[in-house]
């Protein structure tokens, strides 16, 4: 009976959300051929090799830095500290995830457990964490 309640209450709210009029959206043309018109046009073709490789790697170390949640990786480390799933998630070799695994843990609890208290005190900056090989990332 809870069941069928809750899917009629669902029901009722899924239907009392106003739909989108399309109608109501316009475009401003002018300020698009405006935005056109004073955008600056680069090409990445005269770069040389060794230019291209270094803005490649400085903008995938930025993404990677930028797309870690110190929120998220302090959760993994919660719940699945353990198998070293904090760890895959930070991008750490997989030898090192295994090892957590093959210790029974991370020598039975006690590494994720310091783990989860470093990425606590330092959840403002973690990109110490990200992508680091050792097996006790706080060295």
């Known amino acids: 009976m809870k ?3 809750l899917v009629v209450i669902l ?3 899924v239907l009392s959300v106003k739909q989108a009029n399309a109608s109501s959206y316009s475009v401003n043309e002018q300020a698009i051929d405006q935005l056109f018109a004073s955008a600056v ?3 990445m073709i005269s770069m040389n090799a060794t230019e291209l490789s ?3 790697s400085n903008v995938s170390t930025t993404v990677m830095a930028q797309e870690k949640d110190a929120i998220v990786a302090i959760a993994l480390d919660f719940f699945l500290g353990g198998l070293g799933i904090h760890r895959f998630y930070l991008g750490t070799e997989t030898l090192t995830g295994l090892a957590y695994i093959f ?3 991370g020598i039975f609890g006690i590494v994720p457990l310091v783990d989860f ?3 606590i005190i330092d959840n403002k900056d973690i990109s110490a ?3 680091n090989p050792k097996f ?3 060295n």
């Open 103 to 105: 210790t029974c843990g």
């Open 11 to 13: 029901f009722i709210a």
């Open 3 to 5: 069941k069928l309640f």
């Open 41 to 43: 046009e680069t090409s």
């Open 117 to 119: 208290i470093v990425l």
């Open 136 to 138: 006790f990332m706080w």
């Open 129 to 131: 964490y990200i992508n």
């Open 54 to 56: 270094s803005v490649a």
